[in-house]
């Protein structure tokens, strides 16, 4: 077979350069590297940058992106919050219906069913269509008119969501998986016995500058000691409890008084208002790289990780890292590489944080440890070798 005639579609619920999301980058990397080996490489998704109100952001139906066609769709509904926590909560408290949990899927968003027809109609023209995210419209709907050439990759983690009826037919749909970690696959099979549907594991390559300039950040910013986080500043991703547990460990801690947290990332909830907590807000990568350098340690306090590639990024630039144990993935990178620490409470993080501010040469080692299960687990050319093979199975 020539491949390079061969056209491969990615479906996502946002894409582009401006957009700030773990499963969104990993799919934009993916994509990009698809070219190389395929050259035509399509992508579907929405017109949307703000996925808390799905609103359009982007003018234009097309654009090209590093030599990805991008299809971009309005998005007809954005996203009514208090509608949408309605019936959130009523999901959560009794349960829905089937006919409710679409309701719950539409109002959620991003809802394109422009994006649908688009599969529906074109869909003989591609070879392969592979789908990011379990949880959005574009997967519930999309997969099934494309399933006996369609790849999932679910980013799933332990939540309330996979305990929807119309998860069970989304998680027997695709021809394959692409997990990003072991964790992952065991927790989908052991909730949906779908081990028949042949899968993979793939996740990532990092790659990390050549050079980072860790004393310039640090100058810049006037900054000594200091924690940094890098993600959405969300409730979702626990940076209320991250706050509260940086506070009171600045409180306890008479010798940590120099020491601040410093967070990369959209504000989604309030930052409080504290000398020594510096946000600064959605930052380019080469400054994210510099920060992460230069920082004693990156935290991750979310309990809800299929991947985390800021981790890998970390480990691979030995930054020492403490993570949520409540995350098997997350737990799962600390046990595996011998390399970084987990917390499960407050007292948990005070330890984790003391142990490695004072403990320069075992944190060496430890960092040691983690970039080189980084190298041997999340390199580039396995995990196009691994989607590949999908692809030409199909």
Same mark, same amino acid.
């Given at each position: ?115 649908? =027809? ?30 006996? #050439?369609?790849? @999932?990759?679910?980013?799933? !983690?332990?939540?309330?969501?996979? #305990? ?20 992952? =696959? ?6 949906? !016995? ?68 410093? @967070?990369?990332? #959209? ?89 490695? @501010? ?37």
């Amino acid at each position: 077979m020539n491949k390079m005639n061969n056209k491969i579609c990615f479906v996502v619920q946002r894409y582009g350069l401006e957009v700030n999301g773990g499963a969104e980058l990993q799919c934009r990397m993916m994509a990009e590297r698809m070219c190389a080996r395929y050259g035509q490489v399509h992508v579907l998704t929405t017109k949307a940058i703000d996925y808390t109100t799905w609103k359009d952001a982007y003018d234009a139906d097309q654009e090209w992106i590093n030599g990805v066609l991008v299809h971009r769709f309005s998005v007809k509904k954005p996203r009514k919050r208090h509608v949408f926590h309605l019936i959130n909560r009523k999901f959560l408290s009794t349960g829905l219906t089937e006919k409710e949990e679409y309701e719950w899927v539409e109002k959620q968003g991003p809802f394109v069913p422009e994006l649908i =027809r688009y599969i529906e109609q074109e869909q003989d023209h591609f070879d392969v269509f592979i789908f990011f995210t379990y949880l959005y419209y574009q997967t519930v709907i999309g997969i099934h008119t494309v399933k006996e #050439k369609s790849i @999932l990759v679910p980013e799933a !983690h332990d939540e309330p969501f996979l #305990k929807m009826k119309i998860m069970e037919r989304v998680f027997h749909a695709p021809r394959f998986f692409f997990f990003n970690t072991e964790e992952e =696959r065991k927790l989908i099979h052991a909730k949906f !016995h779908n081990e028949d549907i042949c899968s993979e594991l793939g996740g990532v390559g990092v790659n990390i500058p050549e050079y980072t300039d860790a004393d310039g950040f640090r100058k810049k910013y006037g900054l000594d000691r200091f924690l940094i986080y890098v993600g959405r500043i969300d409730e979702g991703k626990n940076c209320h409890i991250l706050f509260r547990y940086f506070q009171a460990y600045k409180k306890r801690n008479q010798n940590a008084n120099g020491l601040k947290l410093v @967070l990369m990332g #959209k504000p989604v909830i309030p930052v409080p208002k504290d000398k020594d907590i510096l946000s600064l807000g959605f930052v380019d990568d080469q400054e994210k790289f510099d920060g992460i350098a230069a920082a004693d340690l990156l935290v991750l306090p979310s309990a809800f990780e299929s991947l985390s590639i800021v981790v890998l990024e970390a480990m691979s630039l030995a930054t020492p890292v403490v993570v949520n144990g409540a995350c098997a993935v997350l737990k799962g990178h600390c046990k595996k590489s011998n390399g970084a620490l987990y917390y499960r409470n407050y007292f948990e993080f005070e330890g984790a944080v003391n142990y490695i @501010l004072d403990h320069p040469g075992i944190v060496k080692d430890m960092c040691r440890n983690a970039k080189r299960y980084v190298e041997d687990n999340y390199n580039w050319d396995r995990i196009e070798e691994k989607l590949c093979s999908l692809i030409e199975r199909i």
